[in-house]
């Protein structure tokens, strides 16, 4: 899978340049292997500076995320830096891989399964979900206006009553 995703990123990086996509990649990158890591790098270097957001998860997990982040915001109370008394939500937001991103408004999951599994756990508290029983290669153009449309009938409370 990995050597695909190599691949295939080196076919569309002309294209993420074109379509002016900044791509960024979330997860253990410390696990792939070192030459895809320098392609991710790549990738996100080239592009910095676009207005489109995308973002690939590789051996991600949002409990492993949280884990980091807190471990990384231990480790400024230790040096110094920060004090346990600071930790708010917003703080903790900025030790995440989605730091600089606003959490998901609507996450759609394909394959008939009802469950985040381990996806995004601290962004997406106020999400959105579409529960859609079609298989990701099949999901298509249609798929996805009938998530959208079904996200646009819901009203959002955001935990207001």
């Known amino acids: 899978i990995m050597k695909l995703l190599a691949k295939g990123l080196n076919e569309v990086l ?3 340049q074109k379509d002016r996509m900044h791509v960024s990649f979330w997860g253990d990158m410390d696990r792939i292997s ?5 392609l991710c790098r790549k990738a996100e270097s080239a592009t910095r500076d ?10 991600y997990g949002g409990r492993d995320e949280l884990v980091k982040a807190t471990k ?3 480790k400024d109370v230790e040096a110094g830096v920060r004090k346990p008394e ?3 939500e917003a ?31 601290w962004q997406s508290a106020y999400s959105e979900f579409v529960f859609m ?12 206006d009938r998530a ?11 935990g207001g009553v």
Do not use: H, M
């Open 148 to 158: 959208i449309a079904q996200y646009q009938g819901r009203n959002r409370r955001f």
């Open 14 to 16: 002309s294209d993420l």
């Open 91 to 121: 703080l903790l937001s900025s030790y995440l891989y989605s730091k600089d991103i606003p959490d998901p408004e609507l996450i759609i999951r394909p394959s008939g399964e009802q469950r985040i599994s381990n996806f995004l756990l």
């Open 133 to 144: 029983d079609v298989l990701w290669p099949d999901f298509s153009p249609d798929d996805l």
């Open 72 to 74: 990384a915001f231990a």
């Open 50 to 59: 676009f207005d489109v957001q995308v973002n690939f998860c590789l051996n």
């Open 34 to 38: 070192p030459d895809l890591q320098a």
């Open 86 to 88: 600071d930790l708010t």
